[in-house]
């Protein structure tokens, strides 16, 4: 190797070490915004349907303030992603559909990442007319460390009147929906696969 190669190889290397220290890795998550959120899901999901890595868009229900002073408009989107689907085939005793949640979509191009699994799920509340069991919502959730997002106003998430009620922060589990449990941010269904429908609430942990 003559000495204008080896001159070329060392300033490469430079470059390259130059880069990997200006350039910090993304985060996991965002320390601003922790605690629970609600939304509402943007599309109907079902596990039959869905496979590994697709996304799962939702809609916030109430207006987040994070701790550092962004606001989060009501109706942002909030994207997960399958992180298992299966439907119920002979022999199984379960179909299952595991969501993780990845980011908030905010004006002007910059997502908020986070780290975030479900904590509860309930039926659409326009659309909900059986018993419902687990508490309603009241004037305001509370996302943890100066967030907030308004919820428990009675409506759908489309502001249609509804009899089911809302999720609050500290609903946990499956609630009003029947052949459904939830366990560590996967549902699980004795039916023939999991499906929720439009409009479905969720309430999601950010930790």
Request: charged letters at 15%.
């Amino acid at each position: 190797m003559n000495r204008l190669s080896i001159v070329l190889t060392f300033s490469l290397l430079a470059i390259a070490v130059s880069r990997g220290q200006s350039e910090p890795a993304t985060p996991s998550g965002n320390k601003s915004l922790h605690g629970a959120i609600s939304v509402s899901l943007a599309k109907s999901i079902d596990s039959k349907k869905l496979k590994e890595g697709d996304e799962i868009p939702t809609k916030t229900l109430g207006t987040l303030r994070t701790s550092d002073g962004v606001t989060i408009p009501n109706g942002s989107m909030v994207v997960g992603h399958v992180t298992q689907a299966t439907a119920r085939s002979k022999g199984d005793l379960t179909a299952s559909l595991g969501i993780a949640f990845d980011k908030i979509l905010v004006a002007g191009g910059k997502d908020i990442p986070i780290k975030g699994t479900l904590q509860a799920v309930g039926p659409n509340p326009s659309e909900s007319s059986g018993p419902q069991t687990g508490a309603a919502g009241g004037n305001n959730l509370n996302a943890g460390n100066g967030s907030t997002a308004a919820a428990g106003t009675g409506l759908g998430p489309q502001g249609q009147p509804g009899s089911g009620k809302m999720l609050d922060p500290h609903s946990t589990g499956v609630v009003g929906i029947k052949n459904l449990q939830l366990d560590s941010s996967v549902l699980t269904s004795t039916g023939k696969e999991v499906k929720l429908d439009s409009g479905s609430q969720m309430v999601i942990k950010i930790e």
